[in-house]
């Protein structure tokens, strides 16, 4: 798996910007470390959703109350949870450079970050091609800590998922996710062919999208 440059000078914050020698050596210098320490794991499964309201959601045994969720699971009748980790090497080097190169703990941060970013589009693009071989099409998917959905639903997915057990993933009091690159996210299951062109509602702008209002 390759760190995507252009995903990494966007979490640098670049837009289109020109970028010196230094900067696309610190890139350079960054995708090499990460693509050959990364440990990628992930578990996923399947789940009934019962969209019961404008703000809630049954998915298997757990009950989300989340407008936002709601929109974008109308008409599925099952959808996918998941839990995916690059490992904790990015968070190893983050924590040395940050002593000794902060420059390159930035570059690590945001590589680390397009990385995680392409290992889900990975398992997603794999759970699509199950789903077409049923006649289903996906929703764009949606991370628990997005629009309305709280982040205290981490705490039942780990659970239902076995993320400690399974890949290695533990939660912060807070509910952040150690190691830091890992995502969690909900993926509905629809019979009707949707017209979005985004893979997942975090990286959307369109605050009109039918299957969000977030």
């Known amino acids: 798996m390759q760190v995507n ?4 000078l966007r979490y640098l914050g670049y837009k289109g910007q020109d970028i010196d020698a230094k900067l696309e050596t610190l890139i350079e210098e960054a995708s090499k470390e990460l693509e050959i320490s990364i440990n990628p794991k992930s578990v996923h499964k399947e789940f009934s959703c019962n969209v019961i309201d ?11 109350t989340s407008k936002n969720l709601a929109k974008n699971l109308k008409g599925c009748d099952s959808a996918i949870i998941f839990a995916a980790t690059i490992g904790s090497s990015v968070d ?9 190169n902060l420059a390159k703990a930035s570059v690590i941060q945001a590589a680390g970050a397009a990385l995680i970013e392409t290992f889900c589009d990975s398992l997603e ?14 929703r764009p998917r949606f991370s628990p800590g997005y629009g309305d959905l709280s982040l205290e639903h ?7 998922l076995e993320c400690s057990k ?25 019979k009707i062919k949707n017209n979005c062109l985004k893979q997942k509602c975090t990286t959307c702008s369109s605050t009109q ?3 969000r209002d977030a």
């Open 5 to 8: 440059k252009k995903e990494t």
């Open 54 to 64: 404008e703000t809630t959601v049954l998915l298997g045994p757990i009950k989300i």
């Open 92 to 100: 190893t080097l983050i924590k040395r450079y940050s002593i000794t």
């Open 125 to 138: 693009d794999s759970i699509r091609l199950d789903a077409t071989k049923r006649d289903l099409y996906l």
């Open 154 to 160: 981490q705490r039942e997915i780990f659970n239902i």
């Open 166 to 190: 399974r890949i290695g993933l533990s939660l912060t009091d807070t509910c952040l996710m150690v190691p830091s690159k890992s995502v969690t996210a909900i993926i509905g299951l629809s």
């Open 209 to 211: 999208c039918e299957y």
